[in-house]
């Protein structure tokens, strides 16, 4: 079973492309998806797919605190533990 | 082209354009950052060197000359080939440009940002035109949200796009639910590939 890097690394490759190719996200997702430049249409419906794909909700307050996508991890991980 | 617009940014400037991964959104940053600049100094009659940026709490940019933030409000958006930049000497800013090309998540998309009123009009709409219709109502919410300046704060799909607006106008008046005294002047605008809109606080004087 994939852990949750690697699934968020999955579906951002899956979901985002940067001058026509797939976003390669590094291993420790210290990635922040505005500062890379991605398009807001992209990083919501990245958000959406994400808690979908786990089955949580990110509240706006959640949202504000991810700086990158290592936050978006550690957020999921806390809410299975 | 993008050499020369990057020398008219400053270090912390060319830190954020290096973050940038693509090259394209990269040249896109660099070359709106620098015609900002260009029209601010000729607006606040300032040199480039003296011209700085600070951020607001949550993240909108304000001018600061010789280390002093002036009066003058002012917002940027890029996308592929077009830039926008507005400014105003009162009223908070928001613009966005977007180029219509077609997105793999429309239909998330419009799930997660529009009301059910909005998704329900955005349903009967089909092909080509669904890409263009949803980046009308986009650009507006975005240019709105980003003139309010509170950010993620600001959930999109709890207001809609002024009912003239979804009817074909170019224009309306519009005020967030949450703050009904504060009224917004939307207009929007449309190129052969691209749709953009630009949100201008109004007087309350008026």
Known sequence: MASTAERIRQLVSENI??????????????????????????????????????????????????SDLSKVAAFIDSKSA | MEAEALSWLDEQERARARRFIGAGPRRGFALCRAA??????????????????GASEHGK???????????????????????????????????????????????????????????AELALIEGEERPRAFFRLWTVKEALVKAEGTGLSLDPSLFEVPPAMRRGASSAVFAFPRTPSVRWRVERFDGDDFVAAIAHELDPAI
């Open chain 1, 17 to 66: 492309e940067v001058d026509g190719k797939a976003l390669d996200v590094p291993e420790d997702l210290n990635l922040s998806l505005s500062d890379a430049g991605v398009p807001s249409t992209d990083i919501v419906a990245l958000g959406k797919l994400i808690a979908q794909d786990f089955n949580v909700t990110f509240t706006l307050d959640d949202c504000a605190t991810f």
């Open chain 2, 36 to 53: 900002l600049r260009a029209l601010l100094c000729d607006e606040l009659r300032c040199s480039n060197e003296q011209l700085a940026f």
């Open chain 2, 61 to 119: 940019p304000f001018a600061l000359v010789q280390g002093l933030p002036v009066d003058i409000n002012f917002n940027v958006s890029h996308s592929g080939n077009h830039g926008l930049i507005a400014l105003a000497p009162e009223g908070r800013l928001g613009v966005d440009v977007e180029e219509c090309t077609p997105h793999r998540n429309l239909d998330t998309l419009i799930e997660t940002v529009f009301t059910p009123d909005e998704q």
